[in-house]
């Protein structure tokens, strides 16, 4: 269902008194169209709820089945009179043709759900459609600003200008200014000479000294012996590349027995 | 009443409530007023109120703000040629109505109340309006948005809250805000109630007693 | 002062003028009244403008017409000015150092000084504050304004005047030169939220007004 399909275009004819407020009046420029408008009409629920009004009696004490038979005289009435009727209007229809069989049908042969909970739900929808539609009469028929109350035409509007105070103290720019002269004042960079062993001493080195024995060898034993321990770092770091270098041109082969176990290295003879 | 020099902090209200383009709250008048104490403005603003309610023009609270109005009693004279107020549609009026008394309300609800699919448009001619919001989304699934009324709405129908909206404590007592499955189950908890009492089915509840009817 | 209920034709004259968006004169008044005359409307105008005479809002008559407008006394209420006190940024602060120790100087020379950009903003807020003020321009390629401190600034820093500003030894003595560690930090903290902002070297720290503008 939905809120389309509600201009129904028809002959003007029959703006029955049963029906006022389903039939606006027709546009002046197209008299032989019937306008159902939307001032009134949405759709089935509310051609429902306002079949109930018509009975002027309370929702709860009406009969399903005497606005079922209303409402479908209205669709046969419409189909009548050509009115091109919108799907859910039909839909409606369809569903409440087969509530009210059902209704009439012996109970034992009744479904479930039973046609009696449909016409209840159905009931107490209408109801609170209704609780709401009239609710929103009263609402709409308050004193409404702009309508039956109005404001101050002109007010002269309220402004808060926002002026900022700023702080800081005699410290602090003193502060500032030694901080902007300690930064940009010029500096002298200290770079000290640290002990190194080159990697190409370390070759040397190594090689040297593996031309020496065929024996296994800890790479620990290629360091200079009594060396400060940076420099004992560095040798380190050298030697081992070196012995890298070796094991490539295939002038030594290296062997370690675990992770982070001892490295040892032996001359390869050919 | 008050027909003695009005005090300083009452016509400082007085002034500031006039050029106010917007309704102020007790807090905002406060501190307009350079940091009065809440309860000496709020106490000022119902003095106020008492002096212009003889008045052509009314003092009036909406939902915690103050601002000042003509007295409706005068709208007869004031009404405009032409109308500032939207006209709305039905629908848009009964969907205003349905999120005024149901807030906060998704449009899966507002629908199974009105048993029609409602537009789209009908919810942007009210929120254009100012006079409903998104009010966040309900915490189910699909996490559906979900539409409160506004300040404005109370402004403009003149309502101190949405405890004034005209008979909403009677549809709440009537059970005509709950939806209709709560409706429908209680309706049939009584009804198991009175068989289980030995009664008859009571046949304002079931469509028993309409059912039967047609049938004769 | 009418203290009593006012009259039917006080009431809606309230309200009319009340509402109106511009000044009515008596004529226009009857006539919305439905067509009151004019003596009549006149008197209760003037009684209206005596019972407002001493309000918060006043009933005058401005070249033949009248309207409500707030009482003059309160007219501060209109336009309020809130002070709020804020701490001057890191960057405002060495800038104004800058100003103080080498005025007159142009913007250029401060970012020299300074070895960072200076946002615009960060001169306008020491203009604002009214601690430095534009001092003509120097006559070299560009004239580039220059900038000096102004008596306010002395005042609020409490010096006599510019030389009793401590000179770079006595910074030195009292280790003000020394290359404090949370200059250094604060000169990062500055690369860091300036890359963070994607832009160019802020040098502003901390106040979130000036951020930004140091990109142009």
Redesign the interface.
């Known amino acids: 269902m939905s809120e389309d399909g509600l201009l129904f275009a028809a002959p003007q004819a029959e703006e029955g008194d049963e029906w006022e407020g389903v039939a606006a009046p027709a546009k002046p420029d197209d008299d032989s169209a019937l306008y159902l408008e939307l001032e009134g009409w949405e759709g089935p629920l509310d051609l429902l709820l306002d079949l109930a009004r018509r009975q002027k009696v309370d929702l709860r004490q009406i009969s399903i089945l005497a606005l079922v038979d209303q409402y479908l005289s209205f669709i046969d009435r419409a189909g009548a009179l050509r009115l091109e009727l919108a799907a859910d209007y039909l839909v409606m229809a369809a569903w409440l043709a087969y509530l009210k069989s059902a209704l009439l049908l012996p109970r034992e042969e009744q479904e479930d759900p039973s046609p009696e909970d449909l016409a209840l739900r159905l009931q107490l929808r209408l109801q609170r459609l209704g609780a709401m539609r009239e609710a929103a009469a009263r609402l709409m028929g308050r004193d409404r600003i702009g309508r039956d109350i109005f404001l101050r035409g002109c007010p002269e509007g309220l402004r808060i200008d926002r002026k900022t105070q700023w702080k800081c103290d005699n410290y602090a720019l003193i502060q500032a200014y030694g901080q902007v002269k300690a930064r940009t004042a010029p500096r002298i960079y200290h770079v000290f000479d640290r002990p190194v062993m080159t990697l190409e001493s370390a070759l040397d080195r190594v090689s040297a000294m593996l031309g020496v024995t065929l024996d296994w060898m800890d790479l620990r034993d290629f360091l200079p012996p009594h060396a400060e321990p940076r420099l004992r770092k560095s040798a380190l770091a050298s030697s081992f590349v070196a012995a890298l270098e070796l094991a490539r041109l295939g002038r030594a082969e290296i062997a370690q027995e675990e992770i982070f176990g001892a490295m040892r290295l032996r001359r390869i003879v050919k | ?3 003695e ?2 005090g300083e902090v ?7 409530l ?4 917007e309704p102020m709250s007790i807090e905002a008048l406060a501190g ?2 350079g940091g009065l104490e809440n309860a000496i403005v709020r106490e000022a603003v119902v003095e106020l109120q008492i002096h212009y309610s ?4 009314h003092l009036v609270e909406r939902g915690k703000r103050w ?6 009693d ?2 007869h ?3 405009r040629e032409r ?3 939207r006209r ?4 848009a ?2 969907v ?3 999120v ?2 149901h807030e906060p309300v998704s449009r899966a609800e507002i629908e199974s ?7 789209k448009g ?1 919810l942007d001619v009210l929120m254009e309006a100012g006079w409903i919001k998104l009010a966040g989304r309900r915490e189910v699934p699909g996490r559906p948005v979900i539409y409160a009324t506004t300040q404005e709405f109370l ?5 101190s809250s949405r405890r004034d ?4 404590d009677e ?1 709440r007592a ?1 059970g ?2 709950d939806p ?1 499955d709560d ?2 189950e209680a ?1 049939h908890e009584e009804a198991d109630a009175a068989e289980a009492d030995g009664g008859e089915p009571a046949d ?5 007693s ?2 039967g ?3 004769g």
Do not use: K, W
């Open positions: 009443m008050s027909s020099t009005p009452l016509r400082a209200l007085e002034a500031t006039f050029a106010s383009e307009h007023l003889d008045r052509g023009v601002h000042f109005e003509t007295a409706p005068l709208a004279l004031l009404r109308e500032q107020v709305l549609s039905r629908a009026t009964e205003l109505a349905i005024a008394y109340i009105r048993g029609v699919q409602t537009a009908t402004d403009h129908f003149g309502l909206l005209p008979g909403i549809l009537a005509l805000l209709v409706a429908f309706l304002e509840i079931g469509e028993s309409e059912a009817e047609s049938r």
